[in-house]
């Protein structure tokens, strides 16, 4: 009997240990979106001198991560097959997309702190030497709002890189490549 009660307040104590770690979990949900978003781009257009237009088609999977309030404390953003092209009336090139980590802290609210990682290919312009590659870290991006799916809207005005490593060609030599390749020269 004494063996049998034993199991039992076992089995109970396991019981409410698994209840409690299940709350406690954070909980993880997938998104996925076609992206098929084409815009002139208003700053490549004044750096270039003629109309560049930017598209960027494929399929975005988010994992946001919650916690037990069910704010975002994380996100995970693939972009399998995902391209980035660059175009004029003379010439284009693409290349495929970074994936990025969001860091919200204790959760994402409006105004709350953001840090995003964008580790991995971040670009690639014919007429460099390489491509820009390596592990870019912004903090000072702030949530703004939320999208129609709960994915935080982030304001990078404020944003600072406090890790840059990794190849990344200055800002003038990859404005010379981009304006050159899609000058048609």
């Known amino acids: 009997m004494l063996r049998h009660m034993t199991a039992l307040i076992a089995a109970i104590f396991v019981a409410v240990l698994g209840a409690g770690a299940s709350t406690a979990a954070p909980s993880a949900e997938q998104i996925h979106v ?27 999977h988010v994992t946001l991560i ?7 404390v994380r996100e995970i953003d ?25 860091d919200y802290g204790s959760g994402a609210v409006i105004g709350s702190p953001v840090v995003v990682s964008f580790p991995g290919l971040q ?30 809207e982030v304001d990078f005005t404020n944003a600072e890189p406090v ?9 003038e030599d990859v404005r010379a490549a981009i304006c050159g390749a899609l000058s048609g020269a």
Not at 128 to 145: F, H, Y
């Open 163 to 171: 890790i840059d490593v990794g190849h990344h060609a200055s800002f």
């Open 34 to 60: 076609s992206i098929n978003d084409v815009f002139v781009s208003d700053f490549w257009t004044e750096e270039c001198g003629f109309t560049v237009t930017i598209t960027t088609a494929g399929e975005l």
């Open 66 to 72: 919650r916690n037990q309030e069910g704010l975002v």
């Open 78 to 102: 693939r972009l399998g097959g995902t391209r980035v092209t660059f175009s004029s009336a003379t010439g284009s090139f693409s290349f495929p997309t970074a994936p990025s980590q969001w």
């Open 123 to 152: 670009g690639h312009v014919p007429g460099l030497v390489a491509s820009d590659a390596g592990l870019v870290r912004l903090e000072g991006a702030v949530v703004e709002g939320f999208d129609e799916f709960g994915i935080p």
